[in-house]
């Protein structure tokens, strides 16, 4: 099945598998096989134009990938970072004869140079918009005889209450970071809003420390400081302290969250709050990749619904509810909440890439039976609908567009390398000519068929396209002394190869004599391959 193409299959040809030799190989093996791919593809032995116009530019890239590999420092470069790594800027400055270790740490300053000059360039935008709607009318309807009310026919529905909010951070340095955020909320007529400034900056790995300042027009200025702090691999801390300034005089606020792994998957938390409203909150949280669930215990008058249950003195609440990534960069989600004495809500969300959209709707204050049926029920009739007229259409239909704007963006790179394999090939076969006679003289190693790509071998997948090449010729150009001897990396790097469906699964197939006798095995790509062997004998037998 095909896959997205990564940067690294776009990348050029790997000096290892361009050479045929191993990652640890020695600069003598580098040497023999330079040497022998410089025979193949020296200029001066074509006298065609063109074929020589080829020759000297396989010639070129064969001295190059022996340069990188032959230089110990600039092949620890590869080996850690590929071909970019020695792109990066900076690398002149670097003192010869360093380890591979050193090579690392000043490959990571250099990206974090980079990094740096980066950040100036992002602000990481974030947004909320919440939009509350009251359906209680859906439900709690007067009795009968309030019915002859004008303009009581239909229930009411209503927007009763708003909430936006933005933010947008500003990287100062690689530990320093400005932020800026503002609300503005609205609830029955009545509004407000306010804006917020803080600097955060990393002390350690193990934590950071964040002042705030803000101010509103419901409430006076706000100084604030927050720290978090890793107390061991499975613990943490939060602390929030905060002076809220008003017409009443200063009031302090402190919070602080103690936090522990229980297991993979489950974190347990100790909150206490003093100051404006204090109370103690415990819960534990477990979050896998197909379940969510809280249970929290608290004591203020105010419970604000974080899980699937919570209790405390003031009432009960259970939500439960579910989510679905629906496409790469959205995830929508459902939850219905029941409550003692907050009745029953549903409440819907869409996460678009860093924005919120919530939409709470209250539907009764009482524990109604066919409340919490139809705010169960009518999310999944909706969602199954969407998904199925509107949802999956739309995402066939993108990555239909993302698979072909993925040929169009190869097509010129995979016509490239074919055309340099088919260059490659025309320059072996002199070569080619001279290895056949010999071995042939010795019954050595003859290579009949060889094929590289995709196979379709299982019958349920024969829609599928065969994409395969053939690689006889660069085959037998690479066997010595009746031996063929492929390293563990991807064929396509192999004088005379190309890859023919990138990203896609592929094997090479090779039918071949020895001893008179023929052979045949199938190899991954990746796979390492040594013929002749025993076990690749056909048998003939009845």
Known sequence: MATALSEEELDNEDYYSLLNVRREASSEELKAAYRRLCMLYHPDKHRDPELKSQAERLFNLV????????????????????????????????????????????????????EERRLQQRTNPKGTISVGIDATDLFDRYEEEYEDVSGS???????????????????????????????????????????????????????????????????????????????????????NCALQFS???????????????????????????????????????RDTKTSHFTVALQDDDQTRVKGSLKAGFFGT???????????????????????????????????????TYFFPVHLTDQLLPSAVFYATVGPLVVY????????????????EKELEKQRESTATDILQKKQEAEAAVRLMQ?????????????????????????FVNDKSKKSEKVKVIDVTVPLQCLVKDSKLILTEASKAGLPGFYDPCVGEEKNLKVLYQF????????????????????????????
Request: proline share 3%; aromatic share 6%; hydrophobic share 35%.
């Open 63 to 114: 001295h190059q990938a022996y340069e990188v590999l032959s230089d110990p420092q600039t092949r620890a470069i590869y080996d850690i970072y590929g071909k970019r790594g020695l792109e990066m800027e900076g690398w002149e400055v670097v003192e010869r004869r360093r380890t591979p270790a050193e090579i690392r740490e000043e490959f990571e300053r250099l990206q974090r140079e980079r």
């Open 153 to 239: 026919g239909f229930p009411q529905i209503e927007i009763n209450k708003m909430h936006i909010s933005q933010s947008i951070e500003a990287p100062l340095t690689a530990t320093d970071t400005a932020i800026l955020s503002g609300s503005l909320s609205t609830q029955n007529g009545n509004g407000g809003g306010s804006i917020n400034f803080a600097l955060r900056r990393v002390t350690s790995a193990k934590g950071w420390g964040e002042l705030e300042f803000g101010a509103g027009d419901l409430q006076g200025p706000l100084f604030g400081l927050k720290l978090f702090r890793n107390l061991t691999p499975r613990c943490f801390v939060t602390t």
């Open 247 to 285: 017409s009443r005089g200063i009031r302090p606020g402190l919070t602080t969250v103690l936090a522990r792994n229980l297991d993979r998957n489950t974190v347990g938390y100790l909150q206490w709050r003093w100051g404006i409203q204090s109370a103690m909150n415990t819960s534990i949280v």
């Open 317 to 355: 609440v259970v939500e439960y509810g579910a989510e679905r990534k629906i496409s790469r960069h959205s995830v929508l989600g459902a939850a219905v909440s029941v409550g003692v004495p907050q009745g029953v809500s549903l409440k819907v969300k869409l996460n678009r890439a860093s924005q």
């Open 384 to 399: 199954f609908a969407l998904h199925r007229l509107v949802i999956k259409p739309y995402l066939r239909a993108q990555k």
């Open 430 to 454: 002199e070569s080619v000519r001279r290895i056949i006679e010999a071995e042939e003289s010795r019954m050595g190693l003859i290579i009949v068929n060889a094929w590289y790509g995709k």
């Open 515 to 542: 001893r008179g006798v023929l052979h045949q095995v199938m190899a991954l790509d990746n796979e390492a391959l040594r013929i002749p062997k025993q076990s690749h004998r056909i048998d003939t037998d009845g």
